[in-house]
Each structure stands twice: as structure tokens, then as C-alpha cells.
């Protein structure tokens, strides 16, 4: 069945660090892949997104790049910031001829960022 | 406008006792999905319905759960006869339509805890 697998957590990262969240999955065909965020109390808001192999998703200094190859969609970011800090999640859906809707969730990583 | 809405944001409930939880998708919509969070986990797909019809229940328990989504109102989440192991986060998303792909937009979760 589909699946996703997350980088473990937490990451501490000091403020304008590297930022690199591995994510790979399991599915068949071409599922899309998405990225949520979740800060503290709140629900979860889209990232980025790709829906076909070697898309690049971007938003807000973030990307990930769909790698059918290596079924993988890690989420990097070249300087992070303090209103980072969240709990980052990778995600899929089935491709759309299979009538699927629902998304399958990695665990997801607490990234905190210190000053 | 107004996102997905869901309420209560926080409801405690004794062990026995039931729980209904609320979801109003955004304006448009006629997709929604709910989804349980355990502490320190991903989201797990629960259900999927569309106006007046449950089209995906994979995810639901056999036994105590059930959800609906009238032709007028919200969408409901019904958790009967409560126990403690149903302390969770519960997400409500919308779609406008149908298919892998199509972005699910998240409301901010009730916090279910069952004393």
C-alpha cells in the first residue's frame, strides 16, 4: 500500500542554517506529493506541491523536488528563519485515474530555529 | 473567504460520554475529509464524503465512529461511547473537486480529550 517515509526529528537549526528534510514514499504509479506545514495550535496549511515526476515545488524560500528515480521529494531551504520552527509533513494522493482521494502522511519533523 | 471552520476547538469529554465534532467546508466546496492525529504522529485518513453520500470509510473504526455530510449544514463527526484511546487531534479538509492532485485545504482541528 502507499506510504510515506519521513526524516526522523526534531531538527534544531541556528537562524540562517541549511535546511534539508528527507521524505520518500511508496505508491504506484505517479502519485502527487506535497509538503504541509503545521504551526504550534494550528492546522495544517500546503507548502508546495508536485504532481508529476521531476516537478519542482516551491513557496516561500522551500522546494522539493519530485524524484521518481528515487521516489523522494526531500524538502530543502537555504536559510532558515525563526518563524520556521513548526512541524513539517510530507504527503501523497494516488494519481487522479484511480478515483483515490484521501492523503497518505509521514509522521512529520519538528524543525525548530534558534536566534 | 472564510477557510474550513470546525468546532469546537477544545471539547473534553468523560469515558461513555459522546463527541461531535464539526466541520463547515470553505465556500465552493463539496468535498471533505476528516482525519485523527495521535500525539506525535501523522495524520490518518478517517473518511471521505461528498454531499449526503460517504464515499470513502476505509480509514474509520468499525464500531463507535460515524460521519455525515447533509444536503444543509456541516459536516459531522460522531464519536460514541468515548474512550480514552480517542484523545486526538481531528482535522477537517475540503476540495473543490475530486482526484489526486487537487489540494486539500485544512481547518484548525478539535482537540479531543477524553478524561
Known amino acids: 500500500g502507499d506510504s510515506v517515509t519521513q526524516m526522523e526529528g526534531p531538527v534544531t537549526l541556528s537562524e540562517e542554517a541549511f535546511l534539508t528534510i528527507n521524505c520518500t514514499y511508496t505508491?504506484?504509479?505517479?502519485?502527487?506529493l506535497f509538503w504541509y506545514v503545521q504551526y504550534p495550535g494550528e492546522g495544517l496549511q500546503l507548502l508546495l506541491k508536485?504532481?508529476?515526476?521531476?516537478d519542482k515545488g516551491s513557496n516561500k524560500g522551500f522546494e522539493a523536488t519530485y524524484r521518481k528515480e528515487t521516489t523522494s521529494f526531500h524538502l530543502e531551504k537555504g536559510s532558515v528563519q525563526v518563524s520556521d520552527s513548526a512541524v513539517y509533513f510530507c504527503?501523497?494522493?494516488?494519481?487522479?485515474?484511480?478515483?483515490?482521494?484521501?492523503?497518505?502522511f509521514g509522521t512529520g519533523t519538528r524543525l525548530t530555529v534558534i536566534p | 473567504n472564510a477557510g474550513v471552520m470546525q468546532n469546537p476547538r477544545h471539547l473534553v469529554r468523560r469515558r461513555g460520554q459522546e463527541a461531535r465534532l464539526r466541520c463547515s467546508p470553505m465556500?465552493?466546496?463539496?468535498?471533505v475529509y476528516w482525519y485523527r492525529q495521535l500525539p506525535e504522529e501523522g495524520l490518518k485518513f478517517m473518511v471521505y464524503?461528498?454531499?449526503?453520500?460517504?464515499?470513502?470509510e476505509s480509514g474509520m473504526p468499525k464500531e463507535r465512529f460515524s460521519a455525515e455530510f447533509p444536503k444543509e449544514g456541516p459536516s459531522i463527526l460522531r464519536i460514541q461511547q468515548v474512550v480514552r484511546g480517542d484523545s486526538a487531534a481531528y482535522f477537517c479538509?475540503?476540495?473543490?473537486?475530486?482526484?489526486?492532485?487537487?489540494?486539500?485545504?485544512f481547518g484548525p482541528g478539535t482537540r479531543l480529550t477524553v478524561l
Open positions: 479538509a475540503s476540495s473543490p473537486a475530486t482526484g489526486g492532485g487537487n489540494e486539500q485545504f
Open positions: 505508491a504506484t504509479g505517479y502519485p502527487s
Open positions: 508536485a504532481t508529476k515526476a521531476d
Open positions: 504527503a501523497l494522493s494516488d494519481p487522479p485515474q484511480t478515483g483515490a482521494n484521501n492523503l497518505f
Open positions: 465556500k465552493g466546496h463539496s468535498h
Open positions: 464524503l461528498q454531499k449526503e453520500n460517504i464515499i470513502d
